[in-house]
Nanobody, 124 residues
């Protein structure tokens, strides 16, 4: 049974920081690429960042330089460090894992197979 369990959301003032964590089932951690998505109050699910098995990363343009995706292989845990948060970053954040025969060029929900339950981030 595959599980992705997020934590670390909360409320913060603009300019502040939060770090999201996602514990990923060991059965998929080492062979799947992983990412973070978000869904704001009036938008669909948006890809924020992705990291592949080798540590290569990809980011949404609007978060480049502010967010950092990383992982701790000793703990099967994915992170999203979010700095200089803006009200526009307010959303439910989801971690996800996927595996394809190729690494997708874009950050799209359809390329991910497993999802966490989400953690709310509110920036005011």
């Amino acid at each position: 049974h595959v599980q992705l369990v997020e934590s670390g959301g909360g409320s913060v003032q603009a300019g502040g920081s939060l770090r999201l964590s996602c514990v990923v089932s060991a059965s998929i951690y080492s062979t799947y690429y992983m990412g973070w998505f978000r869904r704001g109050p009036r938008q669909g699910r948006e890809g924020v960042a992705r990291i592949d098995r080798y540590g290569n990363t990809k980011y949404l343009d609007s978060v480049k330089g502010r967010f950092t995706i990383s992982k701790d292989n000793t703990k099967n845990t994915l992170f999203l460090q979010m700095n200089s948060l803006e009200p526009e970053d307010t959303a439910m954040y989801y971690c996800a894992a996927g595996r394809r025969s190729y690494l997708p060029r874009e950050l799209l929900p359809r390329d991910f197979d497993y999802w966490g339950q989400g953690t709310q981030v509110t920036v005011s």
